[in-house]
């Protein structure tokens, strides 16, 4: 089956790469219970937020895994996946689809594999995640910057030129410096290390920002053996 936008530009991805892409989505434990047949009555795209502001339909998720088109998931894997924004209003399908895990999973699987539209759609976060393992925390203040969040519109250029006034302003504690939001304790950043390692989550980001990885790797196991710990040795992490 051909893709159905006919201006695909994935013609020259051999079908091998992109069944399996399309295997892994429809071989994931969870793909069972999120597809059961598409009524095509549209109501999942009628709730859809992302649906009123995109070129964007759940509805042809569903459709498009039902009907095994390879090469339409291929396109989506690639570009409309990322349009999505996760709030499952979707789940109100009538025939009990849900068209936002099936992307959840279709997520997964881009950034698993490496896939460059995955890099390009999380590369704003890499700071982000930066900031929640080396000290606990979210967006700081001097994260507040244009470049970083083009999506953010004109305000965030506003704000960027003045935070000092913004930090003088604002009482909480979050704006009164451009190090950290909060103070975090280290015990803390170590428990959201070991959960992210154990999970698969670094592995993850290893496939989507590599220089990122290292440096998480370097930061958090430099803070472990501080405090008498081995990261080889995880067990003995986890009882302590």
């Known amino acids: ?60 998720f569903a459709q498009v895994m039902a009907r095994e088109d390879v090469h339409t998931f291929y396109e989506l894997l690639n570009e ?6 996760q709030c499952f209003s979707c789940l109100r399908c009538p025939r009990q689809n849900n068209p936002g895990g099936i992307i959840t999973i279709m997520r997964e699987v881009a950034v698993n594999n490496g896939l460059q539209s995955a890099k390009d759609a999380l590369q704003a976060y890499s700071r982000i995640i930066y900031k929640i393992m080396s000290t606990g925390t979210q967006v ?10 083009p999506d953010w519109g004109p305000d965030v250029v506003q704000v960027s030129k003045n935070l000092d006034v913004w930090r003088r302003a604002i009482p909480p504690e979050t704006m ?3 190090e ?31 220089g990122l990885f290292m440096i998480l790797e370097e930061v958090m196991e430099e803070l472990l053996e501080e405090h008498g710990y081995d990261i080889d040795d995880i ?3 986890i009882d302590d």
């Not at 409309?80 to 924004?85: E, L, N, P, Q, T």
């Open 235 to 237: 067990d003995s992490v």
């Open 180 to 210: 950290l939001a909060w103070d975090v304790s280290e015990k803390t950043r170590m428990e959201l290390y070991l959960i992210w390692k154990l999970t698969g989550n670094l592995e993850m980001i290893e496939q989507i920002d590599e």
């Open 176 to 178: 009164h410096t451009t």
């Open 80 to 85: 409309s996946v990322w349009d999505c924004s």
């Open 140 to 149: 700081a203040p001097d994260m507040l910057q244009p470049d970083f969040f």
């Open 1 to 60: 089956m051909d893709a159905i936008y006919a201006d695909s530009q994935f013609q020259d991805v051999p079908y091998e790469e992109k069944k399996k892409l399309f295997d892994q989505v429809a071989g994931d434990m969870r793909y069972e219970s999120m597809l059961y047949g598409c009524y095509e009555c549209g109501i999942c795209t009628a709730a859809c937020p992302s649906a009123r502001f995109y070129d964007f339909s759940p509805r042809v």
